[in-house]
């Protein structure tokens, strides 16, 4: 390329005249220059230069020889190869014989030229060829976000969970993108993935035996995700219908086995042994400081219940768990956090088992065999929860029982200022609050949120993208915001097209959130990729190539009630071809026997005839219009509370402004400043009715006082709130009363309140209108 002429002139020249002598190199040469300075002169002359330009870039077989254009040219680069390693430095070797002169003296030159930058590449592009390309490199951002973190994460990690510093030198390596040393021993990477895999360091012979027992052909992970099922017949549409057995769970309780093939239904292994359950040694190790530090239990190991749940779990049948208290809540969590980690480390461990064969048998010149260990994406655990509190528990509980391989944890002082609570608000370490609302909003109860977790050997990253991470933790609402609407330009949903396991804790919470946002999530499961995102196909499996993900994901919701919205994603949205569990809750006493008071309740059954939510509430306006209201509109009913969700009391709302009837509302939209003035209103009986919904309620748990009548146009959603407003009902001076409208299709709502055989005998009684009398 000419120089530009204003730039010309006697302190140019020279320069000029140094670009050129060195375009006449190679890049070869250039490096040689560089490293060792210019060791002898280079003639100027074009056939001179062209002996050094002998070795060029070839393919990786070609790579190891020289080439030569001929033999004549052979001839003469000899003596000049022999020249240039004596002022290099390098002694030569004679060739064991004359037919591999010529190869030899190639393959010297390649090493004394400088050529270490080409054998490193070579080394590279091996090791590439023999991973995976499916499950990400080590985290560019990660490293980028991270780095003012990770150098204070130390003390926070030995003084938080007694974490080691000894793997200091691996936590460093785990922050390099993949710097291989020269010894294939000593090479490691940093993440699992398709492009990387990290290979186990010095790994032990307890290790090695560990991986071997749990990759055995009686893992239930190897049964559900590796071995050939005949589901065929099952992915046809409707085809194939559900069929129904009540059983008992020990441990569980009464419950519902459905299934689609017998042949297909997974056995639930009953041993006591967690390492004949097929758990990670490492997992087994650490169950008992984990269940004592997070969920007070002092036995040292998991309590019979936890024992009974992990079983079905670790059987990857799908499971509604309708029994989740704010008692048993933690250890629920520890269960499904180690059903989490170890099937993460089981896929770890079985594709760092393939890796290792396909190296062995690529230098053996063996056949191929096909090794398909992964999915269209890396991400293979979903957890939903409702508030950033409790994804901080999730991830301490996994450093805890991660603690006994000296795990460390990327990111962690960032990920506790973000997720801890920053200010109390106070509202829920009031004493008179029920302690099942303060064990609700303890903590940071923000519920946008969402992260990526990846594990290596020693390393548990957090907010690592989602295509090279291994569990997502997130709210609804947070993904909500990715994956959009259709027609948004930004919107993404490809990194939830392979997720084996979804853990959803806490679902009956997304209702007083906002349940559109958890069913629009389930909806974006499984779907095609628009892009590639760096797969291996050859790697992927055959089930998940053919769109069969649905039905090898397990699902497993915890709950402390059952409602037709989560009936309803049990029944529609999990599709196990191993089966489904539902757990019955026990409704034989209804919270009815709470209330202190003797007052009459009467229940009020309105005809319908659609199961749809519209129709049901539409059905009882109507009939509340008709009956409830002319009767409550006298002066005897005054300071009437009317219990009913935010979708009815927009309804309710409109009617009585157009009826123009003496009322008041509140609702969780209002400000604090409304609510507290409406309550001030209504406890001095100055409006006659008061609108009040359910998530307010949930929210606040305000203790009302005034109320002299209770009209229930909905069934609360949690039983404990009906006895829970009944009783503060002021029945000092005239006789209260508790009005229910329900309908036949609500009939779990009823049974949490009055009972299974009072709600029976109200379902299927010639009367419309029961009357229930507490003594």
Known sequence: MPFNRKR??????????????????TLRQNKDLKEFGELHPVDDNPAAVKKYTKVQDTSRENQDTAISSSDEDSEEEVPVLKQLMLEIGVEEKPPESEEESDSDDGEEQEEDIGTEVDNEEEEEEDDSDAESDHEGEDLAEDGEADSGDTDNNDEDQNSSFNLSEKDEEDSDADRNNLKHSDCEDEKHTDEIGPKEIDEAEDESDEEQEEDDLCLKESDPFTKHFEEEHDIERITEGNSVKWKKSAVKVPGLGASTLMYQDADLLADVNADSDLKKLHVKQKLIDQIGVANAQHCNVNSGALRPQQHKLFQVLNSYQDLLFPKQTFHNTEEIRLVYCLHALNHVLKARSRVMSHNAKMKAKK???DEDVEYRDQGLTRPKVLILLPYRDRALKVVKMFITLLSSSKVKVSSLKRFE??????????????????????????????????????????????YSPFYESDVILASPLGLRAIIGLEGDKSRDFDFLSSIE????????IFLMQNWDHFAHVLKHLHLQPREFHGVDFSRVRMWAINGWSKFYRQTVIFSSVILPEILTVFNKSCHNFA????VHRDTEKGTIQSSLYDSPQFFHRVACDSLDGLSQRQAKFEYLKKKVIPYHT?????????????FSFVMLRNFFREAEIDFLFINEYDSEKHMRNARIHFRKRHPHFMLYTERLHFHYRFRLRGIHHIVWFDLPQYPAFYPELINLMDTSHQACTSTVLFTRFEGQKLMEVVGSKQAAHMMNSEKNVNMITVS
């Open 8 to 25: 010309q002139g006697s302190g140019h020249g020279r320069k000029q005249f140094k670009r050129k002598k060195y375009n006449l190199l």
């Open 363 to 365: 230098k053996a010149a």
């Open 417 to 462: 200022s973000e997720f801890s609570e920053l200010e109390k608000s106070g509202l829920a370490e009031k004493s008179y609050k029920p302690d099942d609302f303060k064990k609700t909003f303890e903590g940071n109860t923000d519920d946008n949120f969402r992260v990526g977790m990846s594990l290596s050997k020693n390393t548990l990253h957090l």
């Open 501 to 508: 396991v979804l853990l959803v804790d806490q679902t009956d």
């Open 579 to 582: 089966g489904k569990v539902k």
């Open 634 to 646: 006298s002066s005897g009913m005054k300071q009437t509370l009317i219990y009913c969700s935010y």
